[in-house]
Nanobody
Framework: VQLQASGGGSVQRGGSLRLSCTAS????????VGWFRQAPGKEREGVSC??????????YYADAVKGRFAIFRDKAENMLYLQMNSLKPEDTAVYYC??????????????????WGQGTQVTVSS
């Protein structure tokens, strides 16, 4: 699988960005996929996960982004998105999309994900 994140940029506090993740040789709707981020000098952390265990996508969010970020898929376009609103300087990081060929998001914030795309930089200024 080849994943590629895009859509990052520089915004001011309170701004919005929408990240996209494209995939080749991979059905984005068939497996759970997640968004992760890594800030300078910090460990990579889970941001959000969307599973594929039912017809209704079940989504999960890190506490730091709940209510501000939304993960969703465009099944027709085979795309994954992360809508980020009310951005804060602490959201500054390189963002990655990932999958592990699992169907659920159990323990999604653990470090088991095996397939990673190239990241996209998000910078939020105050």
């Amino acid at each position: 699988v080849q994943l590629q994140a895009s859509g990052g940029g520089s915004v001011q506090r309170g701004g919005s960005l929408r990240l996209s993740c494209t995939a080749s040789m991979f059905d984005m709707d068939y497996y759970a996929v997640g968004w992760f981020r890594q800030a300078p000098g910090k460990e990579r952390e889970g941001v959000s996960c969307i599973d594929s265990t039912s017809s209704n996508d079940i989504t999960y969010y890190a506490d730091a982004v709940k209510g501000r970020f939304a993960i969703f898929r465009d099944k027709a376009e085979n795309m994954l998105y992360l809508q980020m609103n009310s951005l804060k300087p602490e959201d500054t990081a390189v963002y990655y999309c990932a999958t592990d060929y699992q169907y659920d998001c159990n323990n999604w914030q653990s470090d088991y994900w095996s397939q990673w795309g190239q990241g996209t930089q998000v910078t939020v200024s105050s």
